[in-house]
């Protein structure tokens, strides 16, 4: 576990802005896709650091062990890009209703979080197909922005986003922006679309959302060992709250391909 320290903020969208940060041990942590992390936002008066385990099982029964007044808020994020030493999140603003968006909605240069990974123990290749599917909300959007990028440009790819409205899109070359203020959702503006099955697919977002997407391509054909999927959130739910039978589910999912 280590600190990271923020060097810039700077708006993208109304929605979301992006943050710099720099703390010991991101030099050696190198690059893969998809790369996932834990952020801890310390509680009123209290410090993000937990322990200075390298091992995650030690590491997370540090964290446990902590009073929960103590205790760092903890929440999954994406890295947007890791180069030089500098690491680039994107967070969503969705006002003071999560740790994250209260601290990410008044966070300055100089403020510390802790950060947990990412590790390559979790590291999965990008899939191999004449056509790649990419779906997901705004929380997927810097995965998938960060995906896009390690494409060659001749890979032919489909990708769907769902934002609020149209001033939450972003410099993210051929996306279909789907659009909650139009009455447009993610699951059925990907539904209505022709996708052959003999495709790669990467889906994020909501949990029940990227559940039924994931069982609208099973169910089209395309191999499951072919599907990335990820439910970074749950809809009336947090991080906090226990896992629903869904989640435990799709967790073992998650596992198993991982050991393939």
Do not use: C, N
């Not at 993610?186 to 990467?202: D, F, G, H, Q, R």
Request: aromatic share 8%.
């Amino acid at each position: 576990m280590s600190l990271l320290t923020v060097t810039s903020v700077a708006p993208l969208t109304p929605r979301m802005t992006r943050m710099t940060f720099t703390g010991p041990g991101l030099h050696e942590i190198g690059t893969w896709p998809d790369q996932q992390l834990k952020l801890l936002f310390p509680r009123p008066g209290g410090s993000a650091h937990v322990s200075d385990a390298a091992d995650v099982g030690t590491w997370y029964q540090a964290y446990l062990a902590m009073p929960e007044p103590e205790r760092p808020w903890m929440r999954g994020f994406t890295v947007r890009s890791l180069s030089e030493g500098v690491l680039t999140v994107d967070f969503v603003l969705h006002g003071d209703s999560g740790p994250a968006s209260r601290w990410a909605t008044t966070a300055r240069a100089g403020d510390v979080i802790g950060r947990f990974g990412p590790s390559r123990d979790y590291a999965r290749p990008l899939g191999i197909a004449d056509l790649l599917v990419f779906a997901g909300d705004e929380t997927a959007l810097p995965a998938i922005g960060s995906l896009l990028e390690l494409l060659p440009e001749a890979q032919q790819r489909l990708v769907f986003v769902e934002v609020a409205d149209p001033a939450e899109e972003q410099d993210v070359p051929g996306v279909r922006w789907v659009h909650r203020s139009a009455g447009e959702d993610l699951v059925s503006v990907v539904t209505a679309a022709e996708v052959p099955p003999s495709v790669w697919v990467w889906l994020g977002g909501e949990a029940s959302a990227v559940r039924s997407l994931r069982r609208h391509f099973v169910g089209q054909g395309v191999s499951k060992k072919d599907i990335e999927f990820a439910g970074y959130w749950r809809r009336a739910l947090t991080q906090d709250d226990d896992p629903t039978s869904d989640d435990l589910a799709e967790a073992q999912e998650r596992i198993a391909a991982l050991s393939e």
